[in-house]
């Protein structure tokens, strides 16, 4: 399949931008892929591949462009917070954040509109991890745009501050589907059932679920936490859900 990587060029910098596309000229959906806070790396660009070849313009940014260029953590970061490289790690995500990335999107939706192979109009997105995150905020900013949006293993995404993601569920307007982990200190089963319950109270169509016996990464092939039937799984689901509503 054709696939290259693009400079985006953004208020803050370049951003660099795998995309990967069909053969053949298109016009393709555009779906946007929210990378993991393990960082912009080889298993982001197969995760692209893989909804590419199902009939999409996948783009994944890096969204760490701001502290460096390709930057990728070893996971043993997660698991001594205080160590080195868990310290980068945080200096990475802390410029990613939910505002700064919705600008980079907004930019790169007007790039990729540039580009014959993209079609015009709805797009659809996925974001893994910290890019769930990414991903409700971009759906909840850019109703119009996004008609669908998965969020694979997610964190906490409700919390007891006025900034707390499950607020943005207000103003949704496509299908979601969440896939949390059983196996996350952040996704508790109160927190699932909070999500839930706003996402059914903001009348947001969709699945929210807490998959039983797999550990948060359950998607990524390069992590331990890898499970190979919650990673097809996910990938089934996110491109039925993409296929509902475009």
């Known amino acids: ?100 990335v919705l600008a980079d999107v907004r930019t790169l939706l007007t790039d990729l509109a540039e580009d014959p192979a993209a079609k015009a109009g709805p797009a659809v997105c996925v974001g893994y991890c910290m890019g769930a995150r990414l991903a409700l905020r971009a759906t909840s900013a850019l109703p119009d745009t996004f008609t669908a949006m998965a969020a694979v293993h997610p964190g906490a995404l409700v919390t007891d501050g006025p900034d707390s993601p499950h607020h943005e569920l207000a103003t949704v307007r496509g299908e979601i589907y969440v896939g949390f982990a059983e196996i996350d200190r952040s996704a508790s089963a109160e927190v699932v059932d909070a999500f839930r319950q706003a996402a059914q109270a903001d009348g947001v169509r969709g699945v929210v679920e807490r998959i039983p016996g797999v550990a948060h990464g359950y998607s990524m092939a390069d992590l331990p936490a890898y499970d190979y039937d919650a990673a097809e799984r996910h990938f089934a689901l996110t491109l039925e859900l993409w296929g509902r509503n475009l």
């Open 1 to 100: 399949m054709p696939e290259q990587e693009i400079q985006v060029h953004t208020a803050d910098g370049e951003m660099t931008t795998f995309v990967s596309r069909p053969e053949g000229d298109g016009p393709y959906p555009v779906a946007i892929l929210f990378m993991d806070g393990v960082g912009y790396r080889e298993e982001i660009k197969d995760h692209a591949r893989r909804f590419a070849a199902a009939g999409y313009v996948c783009a994944a940014p890096d969204l760490y462009y701001r502290t460096g260029r390709g930057l990728h953590f070893d996971p043993a970061a997660f698991r001594d917070p205080q160590g080195e490289e868990a310290q980068r790690l945080r200096q990475a995500m802390a410029t990613a954040t939910p505002d700064a």
